[in-house]
């Protein structure tokens, strides 16, 4: 089953509009979520969260996680045409030492309308 | 700079060979993963290295071969097993007390 689950897969809005994705998780022993923008090729890195109830902004984005309900949103506002991508959430789950493969889910494709 | 370096971007292959896709880092870190791409699926763990010499099986390591002779390269051996390898491969590195990966460009490989 997935540790990893993303809503909505899919999403188009158009600019101007706000927009919140989902992430929600189930690892044994958590260490940080982290949130990816994939437009064509390598994801980049957007925000790692550690720590509940911390909100970690950069320009219109932003993102907070709830380590009790297990789950993380990431927020755009004003979006343009520019944030249309993938975003990928991932967890670390350290149920070993070292450096512990990140587990994806499968993404939310956002595509933004003029 | 330092980085990964992916080759090629893009591989054709014909049914029934296999091919080698590069993975290539220059910034000492510690640990290389392989994931797999497909439409809607995320990104899927194929083999991850910790150490040079030592490497793990992933979530779908079926019909895949990797080596890790050197630290900084990880190459991935799509096999005639692979019943299903047209995708985009993404290469990562990252190293102890750092959060998150470095990313490589990817290689698409399409059978034809």
């Known amino acids: 089953e997935d540790k990893v689950v993303q809503s909505p897969l899919s999403l188009v809005v158009h600019e101007g509009d706000t927009v919140t994705l989902n992430c929600s998780y189930e690892?044994?022993?958590?260490?940080?979520l982290l949130w990816y923008k994939q437009e064509k090729k390598a994801p980049t890195f957007l925000f790692m969260l550690?720590?509940?109830?911390i909100e970690k902004k950069s320009g219109r984005l932003s993102s907070i996680l709830d380590k009790k309900e297990l789950f993380s949103i990431l927020n755009i506002t004003a979006t343009q045409t520019g944030d249309s991508a993938i975003y990928l959430c991932?967890?670390?789950?350290?149920?070993?030492?070292?450096?512990?493969?990140?587990?994806f889910g499968k993404g939310t494709r956002l595509s933004v309308i003029a | 700079d330092g980085g990964i370096t992916q080759s090629p971007k893009y591989l054709f292959r014909k049914e029934g060979q296999n091919v080698t896709l590069s993975c290539e880092q220059n910034?000492?870190?510690?640990?290389m993963y392989w994931y797999r791409q497909d439409p809607g699926q995320g990104l899927r763990l194929i083999y991850y290295?910790?150490?040079?010499?030592?490497?793990q099986k992933g979530d779908i390591a079926e019909g895949y071969s990797v080596s890790r002779e050197k630290k900084e390269s990880f190459p991935l051996t799509v096999t005639s097993a692979q019943k299903n390898p047209t995708a985009f491969y993404l290469c990562?590195?990252?190293?102890?007390?750092?959060?998150?990966?470095?990313f490589g460009s990817g290689t698409r490989l399409t059978v034809v």
């Open positions: 910034l000492n870190h510690d640990a």
């Open positions: 690892v044994t022993n958590f260490r940080s």
């Open positions: 290295s910790q150490i040079v010499n030592d490497f």
């Open positions: 990562a590195s990252t190293t102890t007390g750092r959060y998150g990966y470095t």
């Open positions: 550690t720590s509940s109830g």
């Open positions: 991932a967890v670390e789950d350290l149920w070993n030492s070292g450096n512990t493969p990140l587990v």
